[in-house]
């Protein structure tokens, strides 16, 4: 575990640079956290997704994955995929400041 600076605070991120604690997330993390994948603005349809991984991650413990997220977020997978190129569930759990969903490489 190591601490990064992210948005101007310091919070432990592990060797993925997930963040360890989910509680440490803000709205201004996700946004620089976006910013470092090459993802920016975060659009409406962005945080759409991030607010339904987080609220998954506090109901179940885990975030979705990506065939659970395009069936229940209400954003199809091909979408989800221009939204977050580099792999949706692990991409938007990683700015949704919550652990990568099980599943994910």
């Not at 620089?32 to 603005?41: F, H, N, S, T």
């Not at 506090?58 to 659970?68: C, L, N, S, Y």
């Amino acid at each position: 575990m190591t601490v990064d600076t992210i948005a101007g605070i310091p919070v432990d991120v592990n060797e993925e640079g997930f963040l360890t604690d989910a509680s440490e997330w803000n709205e201004d993390i996700a946004v620089d956290l976006a910013r470092r994948e090459g993802i920016d603005p975060l659009t409406d349809r962005h945080w759409e997704v991030l607010r339904f991984m987080r609220a998954e991650y506090e109901a179940k413990g885990t975030g979705p994955t990506v065939r659970i997220l395009g069936k229940t977020s209400g954003v199809p997978v091909k979408e989800l995929y221009q939204l977050f190129p580099k792999g949706p569930a692990k991409l938007a759990a990683k700015i949704a400041g919550i652990p990568k969903p099980r599943g994910c490489i």
